[in-house]
Structure formats: C-alpha cells, structure tokens
C-alpha cells in the first residue's frame, strides 16, 4: 500500500549530510596530507622550524611534518654550487652569456689601490653552504652580509698592494689571500658558508683614463723590452770573452810548459851527449856528423856528390833545368 512506503522526502537529508561530511572529511585528510608530506632534493636539506623554533633538519628524500603551520620547512641547496658577482650581473646566461653593469654594480667595482690609482676590479666568488642552521638563524640575513664581507675584504687587500701588483704579477697571489681572509671572516661570524673560490674577472682602470694607462703601460712594456735585450747581450757577451780569456790563458800556460820542457829535454841530451863525447870524442863527432846527415840528405830533391880526392877530369852538371827556374 502506498502509506507503507517511506518517505522519501525524509531520507535526502539525512544522505545529502552524509555524502557532505565525507567531502569535508576527504578534503580535510587531502588538506593535512598535503601539508605533512614533503620532498626534498638531492643537492638540498631541510630545515624543520616549529612555531618559529629550530627542532631539526632532515635529509634528502621524502618526509612528513606536523601541517597547519604547526611546523613549516626551509629548502637549503648545501650541496649546490652557488654563486654571487661583483661589479657586474649576468642578464642571461648561456654559451654566449650576457651581462650588464648597474649603477650599484659599478659602485662596488671601484676601488683605489696602495698607490692611490683607481681601478675598476670585478671579481666572482663561488661558494657552498655547509651549515644550513647557522646559515639561516646566525645572522639576520646571511646573503647580503656575504656581500657586503666582500666587499670589505677585496677593498682591503687592493689597498694594501699598488696598481702594477693587482694588474699583473699579483693577481693570483691577491685573489688567494682574499679567498683566505673572506673564510676567516665566514668563520668569525658563523655564517655557514664555505668558500670554494675567488676569481678576478676583469680588472681595468676607469674609461676617462685608459688613454693615458695604456700609454704608461707601453712606455714600462718597452722600457722592460730594453732592459730584457740588454741583459740578453750581456749573457751572451761576457761568458764569450771569459770563455776567450780563458782560452788564451790556458794557451799560454800550455806553451810555456811545452818551451820549458824542451829547454829541459834539449839540456838533457846536451849533457848525455857531452858525457859520450868526452869518453870518444872521435866517433862522437862522427856519430853526430852521420845523423845530421841522415836528417837533411831526405830533404833534398836533387843530390850531388863530389869525391874529394878527384882531380883528373872536371864533371859536367846538368844545370839546365835549373838555371830555367
């Protein structure tokens, strides 16, 4: 019968406030789940802050907190290679980056040196963060004291050293000590950061007075050449003549050695000559008179002998050919 049936109209409200509490109920768990599930990269760490309160720091992977803002995260890149530039900004980076010089950039890039030169430094520092809750709650804000610690540290060292220094034989040198001295200070201040470079990009003096800088550069350049040349010739020239000198000494040392030592030898065989001439001086002159023949009749192209005791005919010579020469 149709009074048996039940009121449909009676029962939409109770199934409307159903469906409506598990949407509220489903959209709740959705809320608190998408607040308490968080990431975080490799290259970062998380730092866990409740009701403003450091309680801890969490790894790379995948976390839950508290939602609701009871605990609320900070993503630091600690294993990120960070960088901040000096005296210039980078508008678009690529293989053919691009880069522009702001009125603030410009500012920080002018220094003066020991010798009271002026010149345009920039310079690019490379750094890590390795200790995210110093970084964070240390100092009020840990960038711009970085910043403003460069500043300070490079003004400082391209003070102390003169323009030649910092332009040329210095530069590594001075890009070094900034590196140490800008750690030191990260350390003193607990900042958290590590610094892993100092590089000097460019460093020029103003553009009103490159004209003249550059002149003075090629006036030191040549008078470097001129000395460089000179010192060259020296070189070459002194260990040559030592070398002759030494030569020429050596040469005469040789030759008075090589004329004392025959003046002795020709002494000496004198002496044993004389010493057998006086036990036979006959046959010592006649040994004499034999070698001394021995020695020059070789000599001689053309030889002619006479017999004394000849006296019969007189021998014709044929001297013709060398009455001709």
């Known amino acids: 019968m149709p009074q048996d049936l039940p009121n449909v109209g009676s029962l939409l409200p109770r199934v409307s406030s159903r469906i409506l509490k598990l949407i509220v109920a489903a959209a709740v768990l959705i809320i608190l789940l998408w607040g308490s599930i968080y990431t975080i990269a490799p290259e970062e760490t998380g730092v866990i802050l409740r009701f403003g309160k450091f309680v801890r720091s969490t790894d790379p992977g995948l976390h839950l907190k508290l939602p609701l803002g009871i605990e609320s995260l900070t993503k630091v890149p600690v294993q990120r290679q960070l960088k901040m530039e000096f005296g210039f900004r980078t508008v678009r980076p690529g293989v053919v980056s691009e880069y522009r010089v702001t009125p603030e950039a410009a500012e920080e890039a002018i220094m003066l040196t020991g010798d009271l030169n002026v010149l345009v430094v920039e310079w690019i520092v490379q750094y890590k963060i390795k200790d995210p809750y110093k970084y964070l709650f240390k100092l009020r804000n840990a960038e711009a004291t970085f910043r403003l610690m460069n500043e300070a540290v490079v003004r400082k060292i391209v003070g102390d050293n003169s323009v030649d220094e910092v332009l040329t034989v210095g530069r590594s040198r001075i890009a070094a000590e900034a590196k140490d001295q800008l750690q030191g200070l990260c350390d003193l201040y607990e900042i958290g950061i590590d610094v892993s470079q100092l590089i000097f990009q460019d460093i020029n003096p103003p553009d009103p007075v490159k004209p003249a800088f550059n002149e003075v550069n090629q006036s030191l350049q040549e008078k470097e050449r001129k000395i460089n040349e000179a010192w060259s010739e020296y070189n070459q020239e002194i260990p040559r003549a030592q070398g002759e000198a030494e030569q020429t000494i050596r040469g005469a ?67 013709g050919e060398e009455v001709k020469k």
């Open 253 to 319: 040392e040789g030759y008075a050695m090589e004329r004392v030592n025959n003046a002795l030898g020709d002494a000496s065989r004198f002496t044993s000559v004389y010493r057998e001439y006086v036990k036979a001086p006959s046959v010592t002159r006649r040994r004499l008179y034999l070698e001394t023949i021995a020695e020059i009749l070789p000599k001689l192209s053309k030889k002619v002998i006479f017999d004394e005791n000849q006296k019969n005919i007189l021998p014709l010579l044929s001297l």
